[in-house]
């Protein structure tokens, strides 16, 4: 079966070369892939370099990155405009800075919106409405007049999420999305997460450097070090046969190791769907 995406890059910075080493990655339609790496090793490059964003840091990318079944890494400028947003969507870990201050939340979902569609206002109001309803916000008035500054954190992310999955992208790429937030938002932000995977069968990239939160919604886990995939395997796998050493060195730097829970026939089948494991 083809990969629903697949990433074979080598990343240079001008100043900085080899910040990805012939890294190579791949991903099935509806999985929840965790990408682990410590600061530096090379996570936000490769999410910048599959949205052909890493120019606006200098960088320069070679090889292929194959999404559902098409090399985009070729593609120009106004094509992939057409697909970021629309078939790959973003969410950041810094909801308020990433949000427009000047702009009514309202408005900035509007303008989402209008980036990839052009119905009428009922039909965007409508997707509004659905998409705050999917990350559990209000949809009336009073909260869609709001300004960023007046919605906590964990608001604002998920406002964040809600403009990311507005035109129901088969792809939403999560980069460090919980690291801004405290332990019962964090908890809140990755249940929704899990949900949006369930329900609107979009596979996700969670990038993150927290093995922990990892572990709770993802299928399989990536760990990236120094620029390469060093190990990929089941969540199940990576945390009880750890084969690389620095993913062995992660491991034992948890204050707890969390118990994983799944049947055989998934373990065989390496199908890992988010829910069926949990963490006692």
């Not at 600061?39 to 990155?65: F, P, R, V």
């Not at 065989?268 to 006692?280: C, S």
Request: proline fraction near 4%; aromatic fraction near 4%.
């Amino acid at each position: 079966m083809e990969p629903f995406l697949s990433v074979s890059l080598t990343v240079n910075y001008r100043n900085r070369p080899s910040v990805l080493k012939s890294l190579f990655l791949q991903m099935r339609r509806g999985e929840v892939l965790g990408l682990i790496g410590q600061s530096g090793s090379g996570k936000s490059t490769l999410a910048l370099a599959i949205l052909h964003l890493l120019e606006l840091k200098g960088g320069t990318a070679s090889g292929s990155i194959l999404f559902q079944g098409r090399d985009i890494l070729g593609l120009k400028e106004r094509d992939m405009r057409s697909l970021r947003g629309r078939e790959i969507g973003l969410v950041l870990q810094s909801p308020l800075s990433s949000l427009n201050p000047a702009m009514r939340i309202g408005s900035q979902l509007m303008e989402a919106w209008k980036a990839h569609a052009s119905g009428s206002k009922d039909e965007a109001m409508k997707r509004i409405v659905e998409s705050l309803e999917s990350v559990s916000l209000p949809s009336d008035q009073e909260f869609l007049r709001r300004f960023p500054s007046q919605l906590s954190v964990g608001q604002a992310q998920r406002v964040l999420i809600a403009m990311a999955i507005i035109h129901r992208p088969a792809l939403l790429i999560a980069d460090e999305p919980t690291s801004a937030l405290d332990v019962i938002t964090q908890s809140e932000v990755l249940d929704l997460f899990r949900k949006l995977n369930q329900e609107l069968g979009t596979s996700i990239l969670f990038i993150s450097h927290d093995l922990l939160s990892v572990s709770a919604i993802c299928d399989r886990i990536a760990i990236l070090n120094e620029g390469e995939i060093v190990e990929c395997g089941t969540t199940g796998h990576i945390f009880n046969h750890p084969a690389h050493a620095y993913t062995r060195k992660l491991i034992s730097a948890l204050p707890e190791k969390p118990t994983l829970v799944q049947s055989q026939q998934q373990e065989l089948q390496g199908n890992f769907r988010p829910g069926v494991m949990t963490i006692q």
